[in-house]
């Protein structure tokens, strides 16, 4: 029988990771962005990821900058869907780390929250991210996630008061989303400086892995961010290379980069 | 025998069109499906909106600014030829007579009183028509704001009146390129925008739409309509209510103030929605902008572009209070094709000498549909919000006519 608040394969895979005292790096692919596009899967693995999030694009991403608005309509423009991603990604198989779906809570509704959860499990995708649905939302979803075994993990931003902190940081699985500035996702000159106090306030409620992600885009910033939190998200950076043609062994060496730099810390 | 009414007999009006349950759940429309960074921002004005209702200077600031500048109360006039035409009797609630020419001004005024009630300087908002910017923008100056609007590239070519007027009152207009380049997408932006800019400004939602507590709140701002109405019905008509109300729906605001005011009657409620924009009438279960509401979706919950000749109904979804009345059978959701519409705004044109906006022509063109058909009983009375003039279509109409 599930124990439905036990973490999922996420959280765990996330946790033994960071206790070897690694900074973890989770990148950003948009599903369906082109032909052939799990090979950056594959890429990612290799280059140091601990995480991949797959994004099933929305046609409305109202949380999303240019650059994934942009990769989210060319995905679409190719006939991108939820059904057809998860297909690529079974047909993909183990890429070796864990993969995290993110999307926006129309399509988990559109076939209802238990079949949403039970296709991604087919697939082999053990996390969700919904940034459309704060945690007072999120009762529908959270049980069937854990049920299902995907760790939905919830965002929380530098304007969440302390009490929904402490909320948010319960009834997260896999980790909790540190959004780093208020703002769309998207690359930025520097890390904001609402990064490091956010972390440090999700810190002082939970030991559950706090990933920062929003506007992450250098090695640089990916290391002053590790030094804040467990690790990083990185989005819009990877996009925006993708967008302009950059294959998965161009992504292979940018990440490869951003390994760096967290390792050095 | 009694035929069975085309809509089950309005149910008790308790309940419905008051406050809706906690986190602006509407049945089980609504809710606050707003991104964790605008959660705050969306309290905040929930709180500030709460205070301000129960505080009668509030009121009183509203009502003076309404009456004194917006032009309130709106008359309501009787169609006395077009009514002889139809067999039936119907009633104009003139909001094209309003300051700015629609019904927007009402909610603007209401939000930009509360934005100021709350430091912020500044106001944001999305526009279709154009009208909802204009009004944003006529109330930022009266009151010492600034405005940025968002508006679809689209939309500023067929609304470019509004756009050149938006400007001459001061305010930025932002243009947005992405999706439809209609309603839906100037709404994604200035939401985007907002999350970078909620501790100084506002955001100005134009309708009954987005995050708890704006389909409520812009509801109550608009039920002046309704409750202006309700009163000149009861002076004017020999019954008092009338059989029916009816008012075009883009995201539902003109519906939903009129519709408020005659919520404990047994009046019938008609929205009309675009063909092409049948959110209520077409759409399906859905998240969009922050709340829980159908919305026209295709097969891989996508949600699908609108197509109105009337920028302000260009909508794919709904309201959730609409969605909700739908539910309940309380109000029902009819669509009127482009033709129609540009026929009945020339037919009103002919026999009243008003010139309708293209959306209010949506209601009217239904009300002549079911009069033609027996829809509407010969005699009956009806209401109909007109939401606006038609100033701002008057090059749509020449190229069609
Ligand atoms: C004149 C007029 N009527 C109706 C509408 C539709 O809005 P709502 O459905 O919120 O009343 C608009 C929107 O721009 C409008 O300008």
Known sequence: ?265 | MRMAPPWREPVPATGTMGEPRPLGRFGEYGGRYAPESLVEACREVDEAFRQARADPGFAAALAELLALHAGRPTPLTPARRLSQELGVQLYLKREDLTHTGSHKINNVLGQALLAARMGRRRLIAETGAGQHGVATATAAALLGLEATVFMGERDMERQALNVFRMRMLGAEVVPVTTGSRTLKDATSEAMRHWVGATGDSHYCVGSVVGPDPYPWMVREFQRVIGDEARGQCAAELRTGVPDHVVACVGGGSNAAGTFAGFADTSARFVGVEAEGGAGAARGRLGVLHGCRSLFLQDDDGQIIEAHSIAAGLDYPGVGPEHAHLRELGRARYVTVTDEEAVGAAVRLARSEGIVPALESAHALAWVIRAAGDGELAAGSTVLMTLSGRGDKDISTLKELL
């Open chain 1, 1 to 265: 029988m599930t124990n439905i608040l036990a973490a999922g394969a996420v959280e765990r895979h996330l946790r033994a990771r960071r206790d070897t005292g690694r900074a973890l790096l989770m990148p950003y692919v948009t599903g369906g962005v082109t032909p052939g596009w799990t090979r950056y899967l594959t890429a990612f693995a290799e280059a140091g990821a601990d995480a991949i999030e797959v994004g099933l694009p929305f046609s409305d991403p109202t949380l999303d900058g240019v650059t994934i608005q942009q990769a989210s309509e060319a995905a679409l423009a190719r006939g991108a869907s939820t059904r057809r991603i998860l297909a690529d990604l079974a047909e993909a198989g183990d890429v070796g780390v864990p993969l995290v779906a993110s999307t926006y809570y129309n399509l988990v509704l559109h076939d209802g929250p238990e079949a949403f959860c039970a296709a991604l499990r087919r697939a082999g995708v053990d996390g969700l991210i919904v940034p459309d649905l704060p945690v007072h939302e999120a009762g529908e979803l959270t049980g069937v996630a854990a049920a299902a075994g995907v760790d939905l993990a919830l965002l929380a931003s530098p304007a969440t008061p302390r009490p929904r902190l402490e909320e948010i940081s319960r009834r997260s699985r896999g980790f909790v989303y540190a959004v780093s500035l208020m703002g769309t996702t998207g690359e930025r000159a520097a890390l904001a400086a609402s990064a490091a106090e956010l972390t440090t306030r999700i810190r002082s409620v939970t030991d559950r892995p706090v990933l920062l992600g929003f506007g992450i885009s250098t090695p640089g910033q990916a290391r002053e961010a590790g030094r804040h939190a467990d690790g990083v998200v990185v989005g819009a950076a990877v996009m925006r290379r993708v967008l302009d043609g950059a294959g998965p062994d161009d992504l292979r060496a940018f990440l490869a980069t951003l390994r760096r730099a967290l390792d050095q810390e």
